[in-house]
């Protein structure tokens, strides 16, 4: 069955009420009955409650829409991000795999750190900076033996479903982060920072 587009309805009710209150006012000039204006009345009444109804609901609607909207323009921004530190993390991580020396992983996050400092500012969050340094200290970090295929694959895994979270919901991506940061932890968890990593 086809919905009825809400401002149908509210046009719907409106005309409505234009129509039970021109009865009721003719009833009433023409003096007609009681019963036949207290009817009139009536659907005046219930018109009008419709259309307040109608306009309610399509005000909670504009208001879901805005809400929806600025969650949509959030997730834009944070996306690119999200995008340079998968790739940071999965160059890294191949690069650790491979035997390459310090210098070397060291090297690669210079190279990346210009453009994605860059892609914080762009991202407009508060945790992008915290989010950073968390994705970068992981895949410095996190143990990974040479001749762990499987092990590699985990890990680029986890961090690029952390990167998806965050662009969907930063605070849900925190939350699992700071429940299970996954790196040798350097420092107290701060009591006045819900989103303190306790990583170098």
Do not use: C
Request: hydrophobic residues 50%; glycine residues 4%; proline residues 4%.
């Amino acid at each position: 069955m086809e919905t009825v587009p809400l401002w149908l309805q509210i046009v719907v009710a409106i005309a409505t009420i234009a129509a039970a209150l021109t009865a009721l006012v003719a009833a009433v000039n023409s003096g007609a009955s009681s019963r036949a204006a207290v009817a009139a009345q009536a659907d005046a009444n219930a018109a009008w409650k419709k259309s307040a109804e109608a306009l309610d609901e399509a005000n909670g609607l504009t208001r879901m829409n805005h809400r929806e909207m600025a969650a949509e323009r959030g997730r834009l921004r944070r996306a690119p991000l999200a995008a340079a530190l998968t790739s940071f993390a999965d160059s890294v991580l191949w690069a650790r795999f491979r035997g390459e020396s310090d210098t070397k992983v060291a090297q690669i996050r210079r190279d990346a750190s210009s453009a994605i400092g860059a892609l914080q500012t762009n991202a407009d969050e508060p945790t992008s900076q915290k989010f950073t340094r968390w994705v970068m200290v992981y895949a410095m970090k996190v143990p990974l033996e040479g001749d762990d295929a499987e092990g590699l694959l985990r890990l680029s895994n986890l961090l690029s479903a952390r990167e998806r979270e965050w662009v969907a919901d930063p605070a849900v991506a925190l939350a699992a982060i700071r429940a299970e940061p996954g790196v040798v932890l350097d420092s107290d968890i701060s009591p006045d920072d819900p989103y303190d990593f306790r990583v170098s």
